[in-house]
């Protein structure tokens, strides 16, 4: 149960860092004078959103395993009871 939780809530903050590094590539002007960058590997902002902060990615797969442990604790306790 723990373990989903965590994961679940992974997927989702990497989905949507995923989705804000494509906005930022097609937002921004190319070297050609269009829009959207050319090669979105070389951006060093674009890999920083994609890759977003240690921490962040600490505190989202930390916060789906402590709630699913916290869930898990609380279905025994009432099974308990």
């Known amino acids: 149960m723990a373990t989903a939780a965590g994961a679940a809530t992974m997927d989702a903050a990497a989905a949507m860092r995923y989705n804000a590094a494509l906005k930022y590539a097609a937002s921004r002007p190319n070297y050609l004078g ?23 990615n600490l505190g989202e797969g930390g916060l789906g395993y402590l709630d699913g442990a916290m869930a898990q604790g609380l279905l025994a306790e009432a099974e308990a009871a």
Do not use: C
Not at 37 to 55: E, F, R, T
């Open 34 to 56: 269009g829009q959207g960058l050319l090669n979105v590997n070389k951006s060093i902002p674009y890999n920083k959103i994609l890759k977003g902060s240690a921490l962040k």
